[in-house]
């Protein structure tokens, strides 16, 4: 009931322009250009931006429960799938799921799958403990975060997706956990990258539109 009448009682409004009815307009959303291209679990990576500004606000927002952002998010996350492979995403901890009342990875990657058209495999399940509030030794130490769900049919390829890319140490656990099943992985795709060397959470400016087009990584 909640989520019917929270749109009337707070209206959704693009996070940098405001306009109204979406939570991240195609406007305001990352551009082709500030795609992030990297090698991770040795398959290639693709992120829709480096985790600042807009597009960290918008992911934060969704990890504390915010529905309305899972729709423009997974159409980035779409846009950076390939044809022709299952999507597989890594899902979140029981305890996280719980608190935000929805899996973000799972919901994420079953909209893009269905607006790329490709099907969507729900197969892996974590373990241990959520990756927030880990520093980065820790993050790279930990091994075996994910199991394959018993009695699921696996996909022959793959495409991993999750929402954010820090380490590199989770997808990497991930394909790995999907290869030693027997799944071939292709590639993944992420919604944005932890640029090395970089403190994310000490910029959270949005840029102005005049001045994003001028930015970002070359993937051609």
Known sequence: MWQRIRPWLFPVTCLGCRTGSVA???NCA???AERI???VGGVRLVAAGSYDGLLRRAIVAMKRG?????EPLAALLADLIAPGAAVVALPTSRRRRNDRGFDQGIELGRRAAARRGSPF???LVKRGLAQRGLGRRARLEAERRFGIQAGVALPEVAIVIDDVCTTGATLADGIATLRSAGVAVVGAAVLARTLPGRNSR???AVVP???RRTQGADTT
């Open 121 to 123: 495999c729900d197969v």
């Open 37 to 39: 291209v990297d090698v």
């Open 209 to 211: 539109h005049g001045d």
């Open 30 to 32: 990352p551009l082709p």
């Open 24 to 26: 991240v307009c195609a």
């Open 202 to 204: 000490a910029r959270g």
């Open 66 to 70: 915010e529905r309305d952002y899972l």
